[in-house]
Every structure is written in structure tokens, then in C-alpha cells.
């Protein structure tokens, strides 16, 4: 596999690498978007959230968690904006999971989740909800 991810896991190649444990990695990002900026990779070759086990998934991001507690503790930044680019659609750029930790600051010109995507559905929150719960209720059977 030809993975720049598993690579750096491996210590094939060299990464900025902030916080370690058996499962994880925490890297600082090459191109930051806030000083500190970090992802956190699993060490295991899963491509996005959903190939994760749910042990690996609480591992994970517990260690987002220790990363984020790390970088407030050194940088002070006034909050974090965490996510996940799942999928090319959202962005992913390689496909191995990353989580983001950026810090963020007052006044930094950032912005929150929410404006990310502006594509509002056209259905109401309701009819939604009622479809997302009869696919549920399709795949128990």
C-alpha cells in the first residue's frame, strides 16, 4: 500500500509527531490553518470513520481529546474547532481517517461548522428524521 499516512505510522517517513500511543498518532499539519493545527491518525490503515471498530473508535478519540487538552495547556487558544474530511466530497485529500484539532482564537476570521456547506435540504427536518428511522428500522429485519 502506497499510503503517506502509513508511512509516517510506520516512521518510514518523518512527521511532526506531538502525541503517540500504540493506536494513535498526533501530527502538527504541514499547511496550518492556526498555529498548533493537528491531526490524529490511527495507526491501522481505516480510510474513513466508518471502517473503524468501535473500540478503535473510542481510542481514537479519546486521544483527540488528550491533544486538544495538550494544545490548551501550551498555545491557550480560546476554543478548537474539530473535524473530519469523510469522503472526496467533503475534501478528504488522503484516504487514510484524519481528525483536525485547530485551535482558535478570538477574532481569528474563522469560522464554525456550520460554514462549511451551505446546501439546506429541501425536505423538512421531520420528513428526514422519518426516513433515517424506517432505514433503520429496514436494515434490524
Known amino acids: ?13 518523518s512527521g511532526e509527531i506531538i502525541y503517540e500511543d500504540d493506536d494513535v498518532l498526533g501530527l502538527l499539519d504541514i ?26 473508535t473510542g481510542t481514537l478519540f479519546t486521544a483527540v481529546a488528550k491533544v486538544a487538552k495538550l494544545l490548551k495547556e ?4 480560546d476554543g478548537f474547532t474539530i473535524g473530519i474530511n469523510h469522503g472526496q466530497a467533503s475534501g478528504q485529500s488522503i484516504d487514510h481517517l484524519h481528525i483536525h484539532v485547530i485551535p482558535r482564537w478570538l477574532n481569528d476570521k474563522g469560522g464554525s461548522v456550520h460554514s462549511v456547506v451551505s446546501n439546506a435540504s429541501k425536505k ?3 420528513e428526514i428524521k422519518e426516513e433515517i428511522l424506517k432505514a433503520k428500522k429496514v436494515e434490524k429485519q
Open 1 to 13: 500500500m502506497d499510503c503517506l499516512f502509513c508511512k509516517i505510522a510506520k516512521k518510514e517517513i
Open 31 to 56: 499547511n496550518p490553518r492556526a498555529p498548533g493545527h493537528s491531526f490524529l491518525i490511527p495507526k491501522k490503515h481505516r480510510e474513513t470513520i466508518l471502517d473503524l471498530s468501535e473500540a478503535e
Open 124 to 126: 423538512i427536518v421531520k
Open 74 to 77: 501550551t498555545l491557550r487558544p
